[in-house]
């Protein structure tokens, strides 16, 4: 009697070396946008 194993499915290899360099979105981070609202609102109640 023959026993066959079920291997798992092999992973994506460009899904690990993108994970590595930590590609993601190309837009300004997190930290820039918030600053920018910011600025806009300073400008906005200046301006008033």
């Known amino acids: 009697m023959k026993v066959t194993i079920k291997l798992p ?3 994506n290899p460009l899904a690990v070396l993108a994970r ?3 590609a993601g979105n190309h837009q300004r981070n ?3 946008r918030r600053a920018l609202k910011q600025q806009l609102r300073r400008d906005l109640v200046r301006g008033e």
């Open 9 to 11: 499915k092999p992973r």
């Open 30 to 32: 997190e930290q820039s």
């Open 20 to 22: 590595q360099r930590r």
